[in-house]
């Protein structure tokens, strides 16, 4: 996948609402993410929907569970022809080793990535569940881990891109959410960076959902970040 790749958070109650924004963005080279929420409402027959459009697809399920299911999970989300899932670095080396083996068997794998720290939990969070690093050390700590343990790259938030470069090697995937335009607004997010200063920074693929799913014009907004992001 090309460095620069976006993908649009399909963070919506149900298929007909994703499929309206799929419809609309369709063919500006954009991914699809699809988590928990919508995942949980529709199940494995959307994600196959929209890979039978030709579509590449992220499954954000953020698997966390004993080496063999999330090895066996990995190797169902790759038969859904996603081309990207990820799986929380908490979860340990076995962990994520066991799911790159499973993977290799497969002539044509989907990356996997490993979500580091939470960007919701503050240092006092870490602390009170047994983490006594900050969250930068703590990332740092998480993306040489999974580094080592074969994973393709991480999730992160843009401002921890420089730490997790100086840890690991230059080829390893960066794939960030926190994105907001210029001028536009923050939701909830707290850690936020621009598409091109993200890219700049040394994201490989971004991540962005309600400033293109919420715009009052989608393809305007979504063409706005696109060309942010050639033009700098
Ligand atoms: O609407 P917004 O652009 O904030 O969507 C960002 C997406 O990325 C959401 O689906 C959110 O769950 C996800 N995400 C995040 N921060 C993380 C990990 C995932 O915002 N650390």
Redesign the pocket.
């Known amino acids: 996948m090309e460095k620069g790749k976006v993908f649009i ?1 399909l ?1 919506v109650a149900d298929r007909r609402e994703a499929l309206a924004i799929v419809a609309e963005l369709k063919g500006f080279g954009a991914g699809w ?1 699809i ?1 928990k929420q919508l995942f949980t409402q529709e199940g494995p027959a959307l994600v196959k929907e929209i890979v039978a459009m030709g579509e590449d697809v992220f499954l ?1 399920l953020k698997y966390h569970d004993i080496p063999n299911t999330v090895a066996q999970a990995g190797l169902a989300a790759a038969k859904l022809g996603v081309k990207l899932f990820n799986v929380h670095a908490a979860g340990g080396r076995a962990m994520m080793a066991e799911t790159r083996k499973a993977l290799d068997t497969l002539p044509d794998r989907p990356l996997v990535l490993a ?1 580091t720290v ?3 939990l503050s240092a006092e969070d870490l602390a009170e569940v047994g983490y006594h690093a900050t969250p930068a050390q703590q990332v740092a700590r998480f993306a040489k881990l999974a580094e080592e343990a074969g994973m393709d790259g991480v ?3 843009p401002l921890e891109i420089e730490i997790i470069r100086s840890v690991t090697r230059p080829s390893f995937k960066i794939l960030t ?4 335009p210029a001028g536009g607004l923050k ?3 707290k850690r936020i960076a621009t598409p091109a200063a993200a890219i700049a920074a040394g994201a490989d693929y971004l ?5 293109v ?1 919420q715009a009052p014009d989608r393809k305007k907004a979504f063409w706005e970040i696109l060309d942010e992001i050639r033009n700098g």
């Open positions: 958070a963070d993410k988590g954000d979500v939470l960007t919701s999730v992160a938030s959410p926190g994105i907001r939701d909830d997010q991540v962005i959902g309600r400033p799913t």
